[in-house]
């Protein structure tokens, strides 16, 4: 089962000039046709067309360069932003076309490990899914959930399927969920890794490891998840108050 998302105009738009970049039709360096000219070519409003450059933008594949225009980058390849390490917001804006296969669910007994996470006991009775991640078939991420057999009874093969999973799980289970704790890393990978996503044992890949809770604050899912390293980065806005604190110690 696989979750495809609709696309609306400013995808379309970047999907289009994405291709035209990582295709070569538009090389590096090159300056991009200005947005009045994008407009009319997708028949498509400023707004549309700047958000869409934004995308890009954000992607790293062009350049935007206050009074003198917009370029691409000198080698540009496709990195989708994992903004403010939102996953699913991230892949409705750079990556709709993004499908998610469930490869396998069952029942497991829980590890020392899983169990220390969930603050259960080792052998306890948790669900178990491993989900793919594949941009036009091609495998780019994956994931291993474990979940308390409280708050995984009722869900179905479509709902593991779905991108928004964490919405669908509150709505399924009627649950609330409250926060997350999340640990993300570079590491080598293994032969498991390599046979999901390709490549070689050693390969580096990005890790993540959420840990999540209800409003209780009791944790109810263990999510880790394998991105491929060329076509995922972090990418995190922090906002500071230097300023403030000066002014404080002042």
């Known amino acids: 089962m696989a979750t495809v998302r609709a696309v609306t105009a400013y995808q379309y738009v970047a999907d289009a000039l994405r291709r035209q970049v990582l295709d070569g039709w538009l090389g590096p360096g090159q300056v991009l046709p200005p947005e009045r000219e994008l407009c009319k070519q997708f028949s498509a409003s400023r707004i549309t067309v700047r958000r869409a450059l934004q995308i890009l933008a954000d992607e790293m594949l062009i350049e935007r360069r206050q009074g003198i225009g917009t370029f691409v980058s000198p080698a540009p390849s496709r990195r989708i932003p994992l903004l403010n390490t939102d996953f699913s917001g991230s892949m409705a804006a750079h990556a709709p076309d993004l499908?998610?296969?469930?490869?396998?669910?069952?029942?497991?007994?829980?590890?020392?490990?899983?169990?220390?996470s969930l603050q259960t006991f080792p052998g306890a009775a948790v669900f178990f899914a491993r989900r793919l991640d594949l941009l036009r078939d091609e495998p780019v991420a994956f994931d291993e959930i474990h979940l308390p057999e409280s708050v995984a009874d009722l869900l179905d093969e479509e709902d593991l399927a779905q991108l928004r999973f964490l919405e669908r799980w509150q709505s399924v289970q009627q649950i609330r969920l409250g926060h997350l704790s999340q640990r993300i890393e570079a590491v080598a990978a293994e032969s498991e890794q390599v046979r999901y996503l390709g490549g070689n044992v050693g390969?580096?890949?990005?890790?993540?490891?959420?840990?999540?809770?209800?409003?209780?604050?009791?944790?109810?899912?263990?999510?880790?998840?394998?991105?491929?390293?060329?076509?995922?980065?972090?990418?995190?806005?922090?906002?500071?108050?230097?300023?403030s604190r000066n002014e404080e110690s002042d």
């Open 203 to 243: 390969a580096p890949l990005l890790k993540e490891v959420d840990i999540v809770f209800l409003s209780t604050g009791t944790p109810c899912g263990q999510f880790v998840s394998y991105y491929r390293h060329d076509l995922f980065q972090l990418t995190s806005t922090v906002r500071l108050s230097i300023a």
């Open 99 to 116: 499908e998610r296969a469930l490869e396998t669910h069952e029942w497991q007994q829980a590890n020392t490990d899983v169990a220390a």
